[in-house]
């Protein structure tokens, strides 16, 4: 099979992810012709269960002014994808509560200043004021005002929505097997959608690109992160802030409807092999008594659901984004630390450099890593 | 620490008939055992008993006396229990972690039986969610354990052998029936009739629940279901009834009659517990007539994962009387497992049994058919109606989100939040699966809801216990 209508494909994006997906809607906004294959359902993987956190604070210092970007793009997505994943602007809070966790939020907080994002330093009182709920054991607080969150599940309904107005085709449940390149075509062949044809492939695989770049016989090692995410049932509202702690092991916010999302990479089991995943009791239990110390009154909560979500990490925990190493016209986009909360503006600059334009900001040049 | 570390051979989930016989016939070939029960005693659904704070002035019945024995010999017997515990997570190493009336508590085991029975099933209509109308299963425990009227005047609707059991005893205690209404036609319980023989006692029981009923002057309207519930005067419950095709679908050119009612009782069967074993991972397989999912098992309760057993209804709907045999399979087999019988000892011991329970499933299974769902009933599931209740969800959402492209369940949840709530999808599961399946073509296309902890709601205080920030294990530091 080729396209619908027997031409070839300008690109193929293979890995339908937030990062997968902008990256098709750029590149199709950008008048090529495009198609996006996913061997599951549009963010159904990290891209649809991770925390939703759209944050400053745990987003890497150097990353500070790609994630202000994308914060931008995940608030105003009804305007340009024409769907939206209820963005939410709250403000982040980072909290302290030991001597060594103040020290900790100042160095973390500066470093990211410098980066462009805007966080203050706040005593335990002015903390109060901003999110009343705390724990008085509060010493202090470093607070961002560009923060907040998004309902990570609706990501692939509002990509969907977004791709099939750019009229990208959509090929899901369609794992590839192999990729050969045939008269200077990329050939990709999967297991139900048959062949497809494209001048260009984008791998935008999450943790599953390693595996990807080993068809091209590329080897970049990436580390699969297994994250346990714990959601309540709707609850009276106990918290108005997005909040973490100094060491970045906590996300906790209150969601509109009243369910309140517990996350921060706390681990649990799995593996990207068969990509089982596994939560480990005592991690659910220290992620819960984290929350708890923080906002004593989640205490009344029930938890409604336990998951797991994979998350990528390279050698030097930046994400790799621009050409495949020694082969021509392959591109890369992904591996990104807190990816979600950049992964359209990256898709988007990714799309700019394929189309030949200048990238809004530089790439990461994934070569580096070889 | 919070929690305690406790090891046992053998773990048994639900202390139902088959929990109970699984447990003591494991503990009886000289398994360490452990049996967990969120209820405050033994019996399960079926032999479920009054508080203990009360006592009978009447002669048992023939379930309560089955009961009675039934926890006499787990009482003689050396398992431990606990129960008014809650499970709210199991690992693939076999580990428990529970909460009950003294904080959070853990177990590891070498073989875990889950005998956690079935979830009841409703198809919902418009109204099904107004006070007043309660589950069939509910509807038992009121009067099993309570010994209390759903209303004085009820209504009893759905299918199946519960419909008459329900409408009996609400007449012995007292309660008038304003009628029972079956989606099963009399042609198919006579289908079903080879089978029920088999059991001329149940059968007889089952006659005098009719006979009960039509000498209290209630009505049995055959083929035909419930097209909505809505409020009337002075908090009672207006009912409008309907003819059902052999599809059980709603003949909409058929003339509906309208009941007013206090309470409402309903029921459209069975569906097993597959919360434990799809959060395990097992296989599973889609076997309509025993109720819908179930997990794959080799006839030994044996599931597809390593050291996880299945023991009666959570294995397909096969009845109580079945349940009780197939406990007793299960303890053996995992008596045999862990070294406790050899290949002879198991095989003279286990076959009897084994013949036993296919006797009695013959029955139950029989029963089964009558509950069990025809794929097209869902669809006059009415635009309006509610499917997902802890959500709000309705028909008309799912709809939308099907014609956006939804084509499996979790994405439909994901898209909707229908399954999100506290109960996880045990209620409108099957529901919602059956309505995606009229587009897919199957249930095996639509899927099921991934398996997730917690299995029941519990509060962070609950699993969190006492603490200090200092007894947080803090993980080292995200990269800068």
């Not at chain 1, 890497?60 to 105003?76: C, D, F, N, Q, T």
């Not at chain 1, 309140?260 to 068969?274: A, D, H, K, T, Y």
Request: with cysteine.
């Amino acid at each position: 099979m080729i396209s619908a209508d027997g031409n070839v494909f300008d690109t193929a994006v293979i890995g339908a992810g937030v990062m997968g997906c902008s990256t098709a809607f750029h590149l199709a906004q950008g008048g090529m012709k495009v198609a996006i294959i996913d061997r599951g359902l549009l963010c159904r993987e990290a891209s649809g269960v991770n925390a939703g956190t759209l944050t400053l604070h745990m987003t890497r210092a150097s990353l500070v002014p790609y994630a202000i970007e994308a914060w931008k793009m995940w608030m105003s997505a009804e305007q340009w994808l024409g769907a939206g994943v209820l963005a939410t602007h709250a403000p982040g809070l980072t909290l302290a509560f030991t001597e060594q966790e103040c020290t900790m939020l100042e160095e973390r907080a500066a470093a990211r200043r410098e980066f462009g994002a805007k966080i203050d330093i706040l005593t335990a009182a002015q903390a109060f004021k901003k999110e009343p709920g705390l724990n008085s054991k509060l010493l202090k607080a470093a607070c961002c005002d560009i923060d907040g969150f998004a309902t990570a599940y609706l990501t692939g309904r509002a990509f969907r929505y977004g791709l099939c107005r750019q009229s990208v085709e959509i090929f899901e449940k369609s794992p590839v097997v192999a990729i050969d390149r045939r008269n200077g075509l990329f050939e990709i062949v999967t297991q139900n959608a048959g062949k497809l044809l494209a001048r260009r492939v984008v791998l935008a695989g999450g943790v599953w690109i390693e595996p990807m770049l080993a068809w091209f016989g590329v080897h970049i090692p990436i580390k699969t992160l297994v994250n346990q995410l714990i959601v309540t049932e709707r609850i009276r509202p106990v918290m108005r802030t997005v909040m973490s702690i100094a060491n970045g092991l906590l996300s906790l916010k209150q969601f509109g409807n009243g369910t309140v999302l517990i996350g921060g990479g706390w681990q649990g089991i799995g593996n990207r092999e068969n990509n089982e995943t596994e939560a480990i009791p005592e991690n659910l239990i220290g992620n819960l008594r984290l929350a708890r110390f923080v906002i004593p009154d989640l205490s009344e909560a029930r938890i409604a659901r336990i998951w797991l979500g994979l998350e990528a990490e390279t050698a030097d925990a930046m994400p790799i984004i621009g050409d495949v190493p020694g082969v021509d016209r392959a591109y890369v986009v992904g591996s990104a630390h807190s990816g979600y909360t950049s992964g359209p503006f990256m898709g988007k600059i990714i799309a700019q450099h394929i189309l030949g334009l200048q990238p809004s900001m530089p790439l990461f040049n994934p070569a580096r890593l070889l | 620490m919070i929690t305690t570390d406790h090891k046992a051979d053998v773990l048994v989930l639900g202390a139902g008939p088959a929990g109970i016989n699984a447990a003591v016939t494991a503990a009886n070939l000289g398994l360490s055992v452990v049996l967990i029960d969120q209820n405050p005693a033994a019996g399960g659904q079926v032999y479920r008993p009054m508080p203990f704070q009360f006592t009978h002035t009447q002669e048992l019945s023939d379930a309560e006396a089955i009961g009675a024995v039934q926890r006499e010999k787990l009482k003689k017997s050396a398992v431990f229990t606990y129960f008014e515990h809650t499970v709210w997570n199991v690992t693939r190493d076999l580990r428990v972690d529970a909460v009950g009336p003294d904080g959070p508590r853990h177990w590891v085991c070498r073989a875990l039986i889950v005998a956690t029975g079935t979830t009841e099933r409703v198809v919902p209509f418009p109204g099904w969610e107004l006070p007043g109308v309660i589950g069939l299963a509910a509807a038992t425990i009121l009067l099993k354990s309570q010994k209390m009227l759903p209303g004085k005047t009820t209504l009893v609707a759905g299918c199946g052998p519960l419909l008459t059991a329900v409408a009996a005893s609400i007449v012995e205690g007292g309660g008038h029936v304003a009628a029972v209404v079956d989606a099963a036609s009399k042609q198919a319980w006579a289908r079903g009739m080879p089978e029920l023989i088999s059991r001329p006692d149940l059968l007889w029981q089952g006659i005098k629940w009719i006979a009960k009923i039509k000498r209290a002057g209630t009505p049995i309207l055959s083929a035909s279901a419930i097209e909505r519930i809505e409020p009337s005067k002075k908090n009672r419950l207006s009912v409008t009834v309907r003819p059902v095709d052999s599809q059980r679908r709603l003949i909409t050119s058929a003339r509906s009659q309208t009941i007013v009612v206090d309470a409402v009782v309903v029921g459209n069967g069975l569906v097993p517990s597959t919360d434990i074993t799809r959060a395990l991972r097992a296989e599973h397989e889609y076997v309509n007539a025993l109720g819908g999912w179930i997990a794959k098992n080799d006839q030994l309760v044996r599931s597809s994962v390593d050291g996880l057993y299945l023991a009666g209804d959570a294995c397909g709907i096969s009845g109580a009387a079945a349940a009780l045999w197939h406990g007793e399979l299960a303890g053996l087999t995992v008596g045999y497992d862990l070294g406790k019988l050899d290949v002879q000892a198991y095989r003279a011991l286990v076959e009897p049994v084994r013949k036993e329970f296919y006797k009695a499933r013959k029955f139950g299974r029989a029963m089964g058919r009558l509950m069990a769902m025809p794929p097209q009933q869902v669809e006059s599931v009415s635009a309006e109606a509610i499917v997902c209740r802890c959500e709000d969800v309705t028909r008309r959402e799912i709809e939308a989100a099907i014609d956006e492209g939804a084509r499996e369940v979790n994405q439909l949840k994901a898209w909707t939040r229908c399954g999100m709530g506290p109960c996880q999808g045990r209620t409108c599961g099957d529901i919602v699966a059956s309505i995606l399946a009229l587009k897919t073509g199957s249930r095996e296309a639509a899927g099921y809801f991934t398996g997730r902890g917690p299995l029941r709601p519990v509060s962070l205080e609950q699993i969190t216990g006492t603490y200090e920030y200092s007894d947080i294990p803090i993980p080292k530091a995200a990269p800068l």
